[in-house]
């Protein structure tokens, strides 16, 4: 009796320490939207989003130049790792001898776990004075970020990748070679599209990455909250509106940086909506007998 | 690459391909290596008894960080004490327990959430909740609780796949012998998955102590050694961030940065022999 007890009892506490993660992020979206709202219902949801000036001081409340930051920085960065991800994912999984394979995948774990202060110190130190005498304008730009932000989510897209490519069958690639393709053709017609479902969710994975960081950002980027006339000059990224600001802001400009906060929300639950769709209709490939 | 026409043939294509390969795998060590190198050839030299063990002067224009050092052992250990049972505890439920249902997707897609909402994000969330809410006000108590809920998702998934991974046949074994499904898992499949629970707890740490975003407005920014969790700290990256972006000074700027990459090296290098550890020993060697 004492025995079924003891079962029942654990079973019940395992599952409350399993339904915390629902409980938490309820209460970070409820809390955030929350403090987010009243900004949004006084500016108007639209001319919140779609505003082209942000000025606190003025009352304006626009974060359109913020999202055009961080989706453009976003999308520069992928631009460069993504071919780099994949590359570097095809050698790991199908060229590199075991010799190198043991010192480039500690190599890609360590740049996945440097803080992202670090690598915004090395951008501010080391990166801002080499655009600034290569490219002019002062260094800080939305180019400059996203050569960081390339840095920081290439670990991300190339291990997933990796994966992906390497849970494609051995028979797929025996049945190309033996058809007397090179090991690249097969690669490229066989083993990467068998593959791409797993490397899209990586790609994917890496951009909400970018999209979330801000430490990085925050110190190579410039921070002006005007959209950008080119890639060379400063933008501010979301991330970077809600930690420049928050250490002064009162009233209707605080709640304006918790809905700054709600828009990176909406971007964030997107695209893991767009991962979860992805990875079920591959699963249901597998399991459809197509592999 | 994809539509290449026939000018170049096979072979070549292969022949350049593994070069363009090779290229891209040496590019990502030059990469790691510059970045680390700079950093530790910036910063070691900065490294002294005073540096490590003293106080700042002023605001850290010279002087030391052991506060900070401090500090960021203080928020760690909190996120740890609330994030490790939470994160093991919920791995072995969804691990053994958990069937197919839609509370299962729902906790896992909460799961996932959680692991993909941006730091700053947190940091709003702690502002809101334990700062103003809870009363906790600018604290080593309200930074750790808030690095506490990034490192949960961390320490869930490693520790899930490493339960997961633990034979069928250890299970079944033990089970057979009279044991219940709680002794099994306590007794068989905990102690098996060990290093796979200890490297997810390890990374969730490794999160804790790299977090900058996120502690931004709930740690506050103290240069004194916090007395209690109700006192206001200043972790390592924040020290980091506040010397390098408002100019107050370089040296102890590299010095700060030196100290947390060895911090992340060291973590990294262990993570990596528990794992080879833990393959070893689920191969039967």
């Known amino acids: 009796m004492a025995r079924n007890w003891e079962e029942f009892l654990v079973e019940k506490v395992l599952l409350l320490a399993a339904i915390s993660s629902i409980i938490i992020i309820l209460l970070i979206i409820g809390f955030v939207i929350q403090q987010g709202i009243p900004a949004m219902e006084q500016v108007g949801p639209l001319n919140f989003i779609f505003g082209m000036d942000w000025s606190p001081s003025y009352g304006l409340y626009g974060v359109f130049p913020m999202i055009v930051g961080s989706l453009g920085m976003t999308a520069l960065a992928l631009l460069f790792a993504v ?209 | 690459m994809i539509s290449m026409p026939r000018i170049i043939s096979p072979h070549h294509a292969q022949k350049i391909m593994n070069v363009v390969l090779w290229g891209v795998g040496f590019l990502a060590i030059v990469i790691l290596i510059i970045i680390i190198g700079y950093i530790l050839y910036n910063g070691l030299p900065q490294f002294s008894l005073e540096f490590i063990f003293g106080n700042p002067v002023g605001s850290g224009e010279s002087g030391g960080i052991w506060p900070m050092i401090v500090s960021t052992f203080y928020v760690t250990f909190i996120a740890l004490i609330v994030a490790t049972p939470l994160g093991v505890l919920a791995a072995i439920w969804l691990a053994e327990y958990a069937g197919e249902s839609n509370l299962v997707k729902a906790i896992r897609f909460a799961a996932e959430t959680l692991a993909s909402i941006p730091s700053i994000v947190f940091g709003l969330f702690g502002l809101t909740f334990f700062v103003v809410f809870l009363q906790m006000g600018f604290s080593v108590l309200s930074g750790g609780l808030t690095l506490a809920l990034m490192a949960i998702p961390t320490i869930l998934r490693t520790a899930e796949v490493s339960i997961e991974a633990v034979p069928q046949s250890y299970k079944e074994g033990s089970l057979a012998l009279g044991a219940s499904k709680w002794q099994t898992i306590y007794r068989v499949v905990i102690p098996a998955a060990i290093p796979g629970i200890t490297t997810g707890i390890i990374l969730g740490m490794a999160r804790a102590i790299e977090e900058t975003a996120a502690i931004l407005y709930t740690v506050g920014a103290a240069l004194a050694i916090p007395m209690s969790i109700w006192d206001p700290a200043r972790p390592l990256p924040l020290h980091l961030y506040i010397l390098a972006t408002e100019g107050v000074s370089l040296p102890n700027a590299y010095g700060t940065a030196a100290v947390l990459v060895l911090i992340i090296l060291i973590i990294t290098i262990s993570t990596n022999y528990l794992v080879e550890k833990y393959t070893k020993k689920m191969m039967g060697r």
């Open chain 1, 83 to 291: 071919p780099l991800s994949i590359f570097g994912a095809i050698f790991l999984a199908e060229v590199a001898p075991k010799n190198m394979r043991k010192i480039l995948k500690p190599t890609i774990q360590t740049l996945a776990g440097i803080p992202s202060v670090i690598y915004g110190f090395f951008g501010l130190i080391v990166l801002v004075p080499f655009m600034r005498i290569h490219f002019g304008g002062s260094g800080f730009s939305m180019l400059t970020a996203s050569i960081i932000l390339t840095v920081m989510v290439l670990p991300t897209i190339l291990s997933i990748s990796e994966d992906a490519l390497r849970s494609i069958p051995l028979e797929y690639k025996e049945a190309s070679l033996a058809l007397g393709a090179t090991h690249w053709q097969t690669i490229k017609n066989v083993i990467f599209p068998a593959a791409l479902p797993g490397i899209v969710t990586g790609i994917i994975l890496g951009m909400g990455r970018a999209i979330g960081e801000t430490m990085a950002v925050i110190m190579v980027a410039g921070n002006t909250p005007i959209i950008p006339g080119s890639i060379l000059e400063p933008a501010r990224a979301l991330t970077s509106n809600i930690a420049l600001e928050m250490g002064y802001a009162l009233g209707l400009h605080y709640n304006a940086l918790f809905a700054t906060g709600i828009v990176l929300l909406m971007m964030i639950i997107v695209l893991l909506v767009i991962t979860n769709y992805i990875n079920y209709k591959r699963k249901v490939t597998v399991g459809g007998g197509y592999l």
